[in-house]
T-cell receptor, first 113, second 114 residues
């Protein structure tokens, strides 16, 4: 059974710092991995989707990398801003198996001015 | 661009009451998924539908049922509500059933059971 772990569980940083959020998964035979942002009590906003054949995806200040062999993905946030404060979740889909994604519990990020 | 719509956004019910949550997928999307997210928890898959037929089933209690209608909207019916059912309920939609097809999530319905 796929297990997804996100470290750290919580992070508080001053504005302007570059951040790295980690996601690890136990079954490396994944189809794709997706990073989401969730504001308190709100829905999930898709940030980046990385297919298994890709190594990274970039969108603005966000860069996500994928290393299937080691079962890891990182989300890099450059020049963090208070508006980046949210919970970031990663979800993976296993190749050839159920198309239902397995989520991590997320990293709660606070960027203070 | 149109997104997934969920209604109501907030719902307060008493124990043992029933609740119905609605999900309207992105136009042309034929697949709907329901998730439950408890406080501080990751989203847990409940059930999904493809072309109006149940396609997969997760940790959905027997007290809950769901269906997808001819216009592809879906309803999650919850009966004999318990305190532990208080959670954020997400609906997601996709075009097609395979892992390749990205799921798009709605804003969620916050259910509080008193």
């Amino acid at each position: 059974k796929q297990e997804v772990t996100q470290i750290p569980a919580a992070l508080s940083v001053p504005e302007g710092e570059n951040l790295v959020l980690n996601c690890s998964f136990t079954d490396s035979a994944i189809y794709n991995l997706q990073w989401f942002r969730q504001d308190p009590g709100k829905g999930l906003t898709s940030l980046l989707l990385i297919q298994s054949s890709q190594r990274e995806q970039t969108s603005g200040r966000l860069n996500a990398s994928l290393d299937k062999s080691s079962g890891r993905s990182t989300l890099y946030i450059a020049a963090s801003q208070p508006g980046d404060s949210a919970t970031y979740l990663c979800a993976v889909r296993v190749a050839g198996g159920s198309y239902i994604p397995t989520f991590g519990r997320g990293t709660s990020l606070i960027v203070h001015p | 661009a149109a997104g997934v719509i969920q209604s109501p956004r907030h719902l307060i019910k008493e124990k043992r009451e029933t609740a119905t949550l609605k999900c309207y997928p992105i136009p042309r999307h034929d697949t709907v998924y329901w998730y439950q997210q408890g406080p501080g928890q990751d989203p847990q898959f409940l059930i999904s539908f493809y072309e109006k037929m149940q396609s997969d089933k997760g940790s959905i209690p027997d007290r809950f049922s769901a269906q997808q209608f001819s216009d592809y909207h879906s309803e999650l019916n919850m009966s004999s509500l318990e305190l532990g059912d208080s959670a954020l309920y997400f609906c997601a939609s996709s075009l097609g059933l395979t892992s390749y097809n990205e799921q798009f999530f709605g804003p969620g319905t916050r259910l509080t059971v008193l």
